[in-house]
Structure formats: structure tokens, C-alpha cells
């Protein structure tokens, strides 16, 4: 005990005269537990790779967490042990990451939240923000146009969190006075195991339907696999969300049943790199929020949005 | 003793059919034969594995693994066929490949587990909760953080498995049954049955038996291992895909399933034919709550936790009164 802690002692007055030369960038995103998270894991691999090219004197800590608490511990060795000048963090959860977030703040360190904010505002100095209303919003509106004439509908949910919270009330507040109905609800956890067995009982509840807000392109592949089997015919399309490639590739090729996605970018992630990057380097700046908007993708302009290299 | 009715013998059965009469009034679809063969299939998963469960729980054992076993070896069917699909073509040659390769892969992962805890003499839980991170990450890998998917042109083959069936009664629930049918012999008429029983027990008066207790044991994860192999053959055809959440908490369903039926969490007796009530009760509790409005999707974990204590305490109450 006693020679780790003179380690890190060590450790932490010897890397500031090396810090001169290179700054550490630490990066701490949760694990690929699902389908957005791999792709979020994918892209922030791939910025990491090509900004170290980039930029020689930068250096990267990427860490990936499965859980809140392990996050905390992530932050916490990068603050100790690697003497961090700018962390990028994507939160697991806005709670338990702000104090130790706002530490590292407090040491000076640069700070960039992405996607999820903290709980206590002005901590950060750049947030790449997801627009979860707006996806919520934006999918409604398609909802609304695709059914002018209103109709029946359930959707699913993702795993119970403010973002899913978000995205719901979003969706809702869009379809008010539409004449579309949502019949019910339940989550699918952004799973696609638990997604179809949900909408097989949906399909077993409710012998009339018109579309189905998956609301994730996960979720969406559990429930076009439910409607196959139990071959149903009234579903006239099912709406997931995101921007997975195989079904952004469907769009774009003209199936009926997935004519339109909505996008959440994982690689969000890739933004925050870089502008923290370009903030650490060079004079321009970057404080403030960027707000990254939820596009509606038909097949139209499917072809923009697909990448065929991410895992997702 | 048999022809006594033991009450604590039916209080599964009674949670069981408690559960049936509630759905059934909640919901007129509820008894259809849609949403029948829908819980008995998706039951297949868990009650495969949970059946080898059983023999590893009798015999004074646990696996923590079986879940992301489940998902490991999924990913590798997957790749196996993808990768020889050039060379032998979309047809039922590369299926049963795709079967061995679990079969096998299932063999080798509970052989891995046996060892070392009867070899190398380490706790269950600590070599299962090992190999539990270990098969999670591999898949993770394997699939790059993302999605396994099998591919497009193999799907529409190996879809029946899952789909498909014979006079109407899907494959995963045949499967299923075979399984059930032939651990309740097993645990009841063969000797490794009651040898597995004795060694959970009190090892070291089996032992003297002449039980070879680290043969028995072995066994239970080897079997638990291939078992495991089976459910994923069910799984892979059902969405062509395996990811890193795949199979996640797979492993407290089938321990669950296997407490409420009532075989003891700390060894000495195992009733198969609980386990698969158990699976059913789950399966279920899960249905109704989807078929059913007016309770908040929030709360579903809630009412699962209250039916799984209430189902064990159904047993106990029982016992103490009987």
C-alpha cells in the first residue's frame, strides 16, 4: 500500500515536466453494452488513432466503463495517475459522474461532455450535446406525416432513463391532435431480444395495427422479426431510429417497411475528440455547446448517412 | 410418501396455475394458440440451460457463465458459417456445421469450467464468475463492439429452426421437452441422478460411497456446457444475430427458474420437473405484464422479485405446515 501510494507520488510530480511536451487527452465513454454504444466505441477508437497521427504532441486515454462506478474509478486514475490536460467524457449516468467530473475540472483540466449533461451546470467547458427531444420530435413529425389520416400504433421504449424519458416526451408532444394513437407501450431496452418477445405480445394484444415506433434500429430488428413470424399484414411500416448501416441500407433501397430512419450519431463521440483536440492546440475556440440535430433519413438522402465500416 | 399429496410438491404448480388463470382473465388472447406457442418457444432458452442447471445446483455447484456462454457461442456459430458459407453454400450441409460447432464449442466451455473447479480445486462461483467476463468480452471482441449477423442468404435456411416444426408445435418447444423429459429420468431412475444428488449432499460421505465425486461434478458442467450448446441452436436462427447483449442475466433466469421449482440452492436435491415450472412462471410473469395495461412498465422488475419470493415461500410455508 505504502509503495503505491510512493508510486503515484512518483508518478505525478515526475509527469508534469513531461507534460510539456505532450498533452493526455483522457477519454472515458461506457462499453459497447449495445448496439449505439459499439458504434460510439468504434468512432472514438478511430479519432483516437488518426489524431494521434495528427497531432504528435497529443496523447490519448481511451477507458471503457460497464458501469457507473467503474466510470468514477476511470476518471479518477486519469486524474491521479496520467495527469490529464482535457477529459472527454460521455456519462453513463449525469448523477454519479458530476463530482467526479467537476474535480477534474477543478484541477484545470479542459472538460468536454458528450451527449448526456451533468447534473450541475457550467462545469464543462464544451458539451457536444445529443438532441433527444428532437429525436423524439422529429420521428413524431414522420409519424404524423406518414399516417395523415391517424391510426393505431405501439411503440418501445429504450432502457428507463432521462434520454428514453426525452425522447418520449418529444414524440408525444409531436403527435397531439394527429389522430394517431399509441396503443402501448413497454421497453425494449435497445435490445433486440427483448424488443421481440415485447412485440410478439403486442401483436398477440392488439389485433389491428398501423406502424410502430421502435424508436431504435435495435429494437426495430426484434420487432420486424415478430411481425414475420406472426405474418401480419396491417403494419404498414415500423419506425426505429439512430442510423444502424443495415437498416440506413434498406431505406435506401426502398423497403416499404423501413421507409425512414432518425438519427442520433454515435460518432458524436469522433466531434468531441476533435474539437477538444483543436482546442488544446491551437487558439481557435471552442468553448460553448454544439448541439448535434436529429435528422429525418428517407431514401432520398439515405446514402449520406451510410457507413459501411462502422460496426453500426 | 407417494400417495400421500405433499403439499409442498404442488406449490409451484399452484403459482403456476395461479399465474394461467390471471392471464387468462386479464387478456382473451392470452390463451390463444399464438401467444402459447410464443411463451413456450422463448421459454426454450432459459429452460434448456436451466435443466442442466439443475444436475450443476444438486450436485453442490453453480455457473455463473451461462449467459455469456450463450452469447460467446452464438457469435461463433455465426462466424463459422459465415466463413464456410463459399465453400459449401447455403443449405442444411453448413447447418449442421453451424449445430456442431456449438455442440462442440458447448463441450469444450463446461469441460473448461469443470476443470478447474474440480481440478484445480477453485470456488464455482469464482471460476464461473471468471469465465463470465471472459466469454462477455470475447463476444464483444469477436463482434467488434457491434452486432454479429449472420449472413442474409443463410437466414432464410436456418430460420425453421426456430419457426418451424412439426404438427404445429415448434422446434424449441420439442426440443425443450426432449430435454426436460430425459433430465427427469436422469435425475430420478439413473444412477448419476442420485450420485449427483449424494455428492450435493455431503461429498464426503458419497465419497466413501465410492462415488467418483469429481467425476460426477465434472460431468454436471460438461452436460451444462452441451446444454447450453443446444439453447444457442435455438437462439441464433430466431434473429441471425449474437452481440455483447446477448444472453445477459440468462444465468439468474435459469438459477431462478431452478430455486423456485424447488431444487435446493445449496445441494443434496434437485427436481426437474420443477425447474421446468419455474421457467414457465418466469416466462410468463413477462407476458402478462405485456399483455396487460395499467401496470408501469417501471414496475415489471418489481412484480417479478414479489412472484419469485412468493413462489418460494409457497414451498416453504408447506413444508412447516405439512
Same mark, same amino acid.
Given at each position: 500500500?505504502?509503495?503505491?501510494?510512493?508510486?503515484?507520488?512518483?508518478?505525478?510530480?515526475?509527469?508534469?515536466?513531461? &507534460?510539456?511536451?505532450?498533452?493526455?487527452?483522457?477519454?472515458?465513454?461506457?462499453?459497447?453494452?449495445?448496439?449505439?454504444?459499439? /458504434?460510439?466505441?468504434?468512432?472514438?477508437?478511430?479519432?483516437?488513432?488518426?489524431?494521434?497521427?495528427?497531432?504528435?504532441?497529443?496523447?490519448?486515454?481511451?477507458?471503457? *466503463?460497464?458501469?457507473?462506478?467503474?466510470?468514477?474509478?476511470?476518471?479518477?486514475?486519469?486524474?491521479?495517475?496520467?495527469?490529464?490536460?482535457?477529459?472527454?467524457?460521455?456519462?453513463?449516468?449525469?448523477?454519479?459522474?458530476?463530482?467526479?467530473?467537476?474535480?477534474?475540472?477543478?484541477?484545470?483540466?479542459?472538460?468536454?461532455?458528450?451527449?448526456?449533461?451533468?447534473?450541475?451546470?457550467?462545469?464543462?467547458?464544451?458539451?457536444?450535446? /445529443?438532441?433527444?427531444? /428532437?429525436?423524439?420530435?422529429?420521428?413524431?413529425?414522420?409519424?404524423?406525416? *406518414?399516417?395523415?389520416? /391517424?391510426?393505431?400504433?405501439?411503440?418501445?421504449?429504450?432502457?428507463?432513463?432521462?434520454?428514453?424519458?426525452?425522447?418520449?416526451?418529444?414524440?408525444?408532444? &409531436?403527435?397531439?391532435?394527429?389522430?394517431?394513437?399509441?396503443?402501448?407501450?413497454?421497453?425494449?431496452?435497445?435490445?433486440?431480444?427483448?424488443?421481440?418477445?415485447?412485440?410478439?405480445?403486442?401483436?398477440?394484444?392488439?389485433?389491428?395495427?398501423?406502424?410502430?415506433?421502435?424508436?431504435?434500429?435495435?429494437?426495430?430488428?426484434?420487432?420486424?422479426?415478430?411481425?414475420?413470424?406472426?405474418?401480419?399484414?396491417?403494419?404498414?411500416?415500423?419506425?426505429?431510429? *439512430?442510423?444502424?448501416?443495415?437498416?440506413?441500407?434498406?431505406?435506401?433501397?426502398?423497403?416499404?417497411?423501413?421507409?425512414?430512419?432518425?438519427?442520433?450519431?454515435?460518432?458524436?463521440?469522433?466531434?468531441?475528440?476533435?474539437?477538444?483536440?483543436?482546442?488544446?492546440?491551437?487558439?481557435?475556440?471552442?468553448?460553448?455547446?454544439?448541439?448535434?440535430?436529429?435528422?429525418?433519413?428517407?431514401?432520398?438522402? &439515405?446514402?449520406?448517412?451510410?457507413?459501411?465500416?462502422?460496426?453500426? | 410418501?407417494?400417495? !400421500?399429496?405433499?403439499?409442498?410438491?404442488?406449490?409451484?404448480?399452484?403459482?403456476?396455475?395461479?399465474?394461467?388463470?390471471?392471464?387468462?382473465?386479464? #387478456?382473451?388472447?392470452?390463451? +390463444?394458440?399464438?401467444?402459447?406457442?410464443?411463451?413456450?418457444?422463448? +421459454?426454450?432458452?432459459?429452460?434448456?440451460?436451466?435443466?442442466?442447471?439443475?444436475?450443476?445446483?444438486?450436485?453442490?455447484?453453480?455457473?455463473?457463465?451461462?449467459?455469456?456462454?450463450?452469447?460467446?457461442?452464438?457469435?461463433?456459430?455465426?462466424?463459422?458459417?459465415?466463413?464456410?458459407?463459399?465453400?459449401?453454400?447455403?443449405?442444411?450441409?453448413?447447418?449442421?456445421? @453451424? $449445430?456442431?460447432?456449438?455442440?462442440?464449442?458447448?463441450?469444450?466451455?463446461?469441460?473448461?469450467?469443470?476443470?478447474?473447479?474440480?481440478?484445480?480445486? $477453485?470456488?464455482?462461483?469464482?471460476?464461473?464468475?471468471?469465465?463470465?467476463?471472459?466469454?462477455?468480452?470475447?463476444?464483444?471482441?469477436?463482434?467488434?463492439?457491434?452486432?454479429?449477423?449472420?449472413?442474409?442468404?443463410?437466414?432464410?435456411? $436456418?430460420?425453421?429452426?426456430?419457426?418451424? @416444426?412439426?404438427?404445429? $408445435?415448434?422446434?424449441?418447444?420439442?426440443?425443450?421437452?426432449?430435454?426436460?423429459?430425459?433430465?427427469?429420468?436422469?435425475?430420478?431412475?439413473?444412477?448419476?441422478?442420485?450420485?449427483?444428488?449424494?455428492? @450435493?449432499?455431503?461429498?464426503?460421505?458419497?465419497?466413501?460411497?465410492?462415488? #467418483?465425486?469429481?467425476?460426477?461434478?465434472?460431468?454436471?458442467?460438461?452436460?451444462?456446457?452441451?446444454?447450453?450448446?443446444?439453447?444457442?441452436?435455438?437462439?441464433?436462427?430466431?434473429?441471425?444475430?449474437?452481440? +455483447?447483449?446477448?444472453?445477459?442475466?440468462?444465468?439468474?433466469?435459469?438459477?431462478?427458474?431452478?430455486?423456485?421449482?424447488?431444487?435446493?440452492? !445449496?445441494? =443434496?436435491?434437485?427436481?426437474?420437473? =420443477?425447474?421446468?415450472?419455474?421457467?414457465?412462471?418466469?416466462?410468463?410473469?413477462?407476458?402478462?405484464?405485456?399483455?396487460?395495461?395499467?401496470?408501469?412498465?417501471?414496475? #415489471?422488475?418489481?412484480?417479478?422479485?414479489?412472484?419469485?419470493?412468493?413462489?418460494?415461500?409457497?414451498?416453504?410455508?408447506? !413444508?412447516?405446515?405439512?
Amino acid at each position: 500500500m505504502k509503495h503505491l501510494a510512493l508510486a503515484t507520488l512518483m508518478a505525478a510530480t515526475a509527469l508534469p515536466a513531461l &507534460a510539456q511536451d505532450t498533452k493526455v487527452i483522457g477519454v472515458s465513454i461506457p462499453a459497447a453494452t449495445h448496439g449505439w454504444a459499439g /458504434g460510439m466505441n468504434f468512432h472514438a477508437q478511430e479519432a483516437v488513432d488518426r489524431l494521434e497521427e495528427v497531432y504528435p504532441e497529443l496523447d490519448f486515454v481511451l477507458a471503457t *466503463a460497464s458501469d457507473p462506478s467503474k466510470q468514477v474509478n476511470d476518471i479518477e486514475d486519469m486524474l491521479a495517475t496520467r495527469n490529464i490536460s482535457a477529459l472527454v467524457v460521455l456519462p453513463f449516468e449525469s448523477e454519479p459522474l458530476t463530482s467526479p467530473v467537476k474535480a477534474v475540472a477543478d484541477s484545470g483540466a479542459w472538460v468536454t461532455v458528450v451527449d448526456r449533461g451533468l447534473a450541475q451546470e457550467g462545469i464543462e467547458d464544451l458539451y457536444v450535446a /445529443g438532441d433527444n427531444p /428532437g429525436f423524439g420530435r422529429v420521428s413524431g413529425e414522420y409519424m404524423v406525416s *406518414a399516417l395523415p389520416e /391517424g391510426g393505431k400504433i405501439v411503440a418501445l421504449r429504450g432502457i428507463p432513463t432521462t434520454i428514453d424519458n426525452e425522447r418520449v416526451e418529444g414524440f408525444q408532444a &409531436a403527435i397531439e391532435g394527429s389522430g394517431i394513437e399509441i396503443l402501448d407501450m413497454e421497453h425494449g431496452n435497445w435490445n433486440r431480444d427483448d424488443s421481440f418477445t415485447v412485440m410478439q405480445d403486442f401483436l398477440s394484444k392488439h389485433p389491428e395495427l398501423d406502424a410502430v415506433w421502435a424508436s431504435d434500429d435495435d429494437m426495430a430488428i426484434g420487432v420486424l422479426a415478430a411481425i414475420e413470424a406472426a405474418g401480419r399484414d396491417d403494419i404498414q411500416f415500423v419506425l426505429g431510429g *439512430a442510423g444502424m448501416k443495415e437498416m440506413i441500407k434498406r431505406t435506401a433501397d426502398g423497403d416499404t417497411m423501413i421507409p425512414a430512419n432518425v438519427t442520433y450519431p454515435p460518432s458524436m463521440i469522433a466531434t468531441a475528440i476533435e474539437m477538444t483536440a483543436v482546442g488544446l492546440t491551437s487558439t481557435a475556440p471552442v468553448a460553448g455547446t454544439f448541439t448535434i440535430g436529429s435528422v429525418l433519413v428517407t431514401q432520398d438522402n &439515405a446514402m449520406e448517412f451510410y457507413y459501411p465500416d462502422s460496426p453500426f | 410418501m407417494m400417495a !400421500k399429496l405433499d403439499l409442498r410438491v404442488l406449490g409451484p404448480i399452484l403459482a403456476l396455475v395461479a399465474l394461467i388463470v390471471v392471464g387468462a382473465l386479464l #387478456n382473451s388472447n392470452f390463451l +390463444s394458440a399464438g401467444n402459447v406457442t410464443n411463451v413456450l418457444s422463448r +421459454s426454450a432458452f432459459i429452460g434448456i440451460i436451466a435443466v442442466g442447471m439443475t444436475f450443476v445446483i444438486t450436485s453442490g455447484g453453480l455457473d455463473l457463465s451461462v449467459g455469456s456462454m450463450a452469447a460467446f457461442i452464438a457469435g461463433l456459430m455465426i462466424l463459422v458459417m459465415n466463413g464456410l458459407l463459399p465453400t459449401l453454400g447455403p443449405g442444411v450441409a453448413l447447418v449442421l456445421v @453451424g $449445430i456442431l460447432a456449438a455442440l462442440l464449442a458447448g463441450t469444450v466451455a463446461g469441460f473448461v469450467n469443470g476443470f478447474l473447479i474440480t481440478t484445480m480445486r $477453485i470456488e464455482a462461483f469464482i471460476v464461473t464468475l471468471g469465465t463470465m467476463g471472459i466469454y462477455r468480452s470475447l463476444v464483444t471482441w469477436l463482434a467488434d463492439g457491434g452486432t454479429l449477423s449472420l449472413d442474409f442468404g443463410m437466414r432464410t435456411v $436456418i430460420r425453421p429452426i426456430y419457426f418451424g @416444426g412439426i404438427l404445429g $408445435i415448434s422446434w424449441p418447444i420439442i426440443v425443450f421437452a426432449l430435454v426436460a423429459i430425459t433430465g427427469e429420468i436422469v435425475m430420478r431412475r439413473a444412477a448419476f441422478g442420485r450420485h449427483a444428488a449424494a455428492v @450435493g449432499s455431503n461429498d464426503q460421505v458419497a465419497r466413501y460411497s465410492s462415488v #467418483n465425486v469429481d467425476r460426477v461434478r465434472m460431468l454436471t458442467y460438461v452436460f451444462l456446457g452441451l446444454l447450453v450448446g443446444v439453447a444457442t441452436i435455438m437462439y441464433v436462427p430466431r434473429l441471425g444475430s449474437a452481440s +455483447s447483449s446477448t444472453g445477459v442475466l440468462w444465468e439468474l433466469e435459469a438459477i431462478a427458474a431452478v430455486i423456485i421449482g424447488g431444487t435446493m440452492l !445449496k445441494g =443434496g436435491f434437485g427436481r426437474v420437473w =420443477g425447474t421446468v415450472i419455474g421457467v414457465l412462471i418466469l416466462s410468463l410473469i413477462d407476458n402478462i405484464l405485456n399483455l396487460t395495461d395499467g401496470v408501469s412498465p417501471y414496475l #415489471n422488475g418489481a412484480i417479478q422479485g414479489v412472484i419469485i419470493i412468493l413462489a418460494v415461500i409457497l414451498q416453504r410455508e408447506r !413444508k412447516a405446515g405439512s
